[in-house]
Nanobody, 121 residues
Framework: VQLQASGGGLVQAGGSLRLSCAAS????????MGWFRQAPGKEREFVAAINFSGSTLIAGSVKGRFTISRDNVKNMVYLQMNSLQPEDTAVYYCAARPVVATMFSYDYGYWGQGTLVTVSS
């Protein structure tokens, strides 16, 4: 599975962005998908994940602001980010693993290249 993340950019605090992750090589329908982020000088952290069935996991730090969704027909996964804050600034990565979503980056075998989100105060 090859993954391509896009949609990052510069946004003011309180604004919104939607990240997209396009998959190729295999259909996503049997894969769980995750979004992780890594801020400068910090470790990569879990943001959100969605099972092949559509159930989701959301990190507490973004719950109520971020939503993950998928379109298996288009082989796409999305991360809708609302009420963005400067602490959300990071490179965001999409990742894939078979079937069941987890919050642990080491469980994911397929990674996209990352897209930078910068939130100004």
């Amino acid at each position: 599975v090859q993954l391509q993340a896009s949609g990052g950019g510069l946004v003011q605090a309180g604004g919104s962005l939607r990240l997209s992750c396009a998959a190729s090589g295999r259909t996503l329908s049997s894969y769980a998908m995750g979004w992780f982020r890594q801020a400068p000088g910090k470790e990569r952290e879990f943001v959100a994940a969605i099972n092949f069935s559509g159930s989701t996991l959301i990190a507490g730090s973004v719950k109520g602001r971020f939503t993950i969704s998928r379109d298996n027909v288009k082989n796409m996964v999305y991360l809708q980010m609302n009420s963005l804050q400067p602490e959300d600034t990071a490179v965001y990565y999409c990742a894939a693993r078979p079937v069941v979503a987890t919050m642990f980056s080491y469980d994911y075998g397929y990674w996209g290249q990352g897209t930078l989100v910068t939130v100004s105060s």
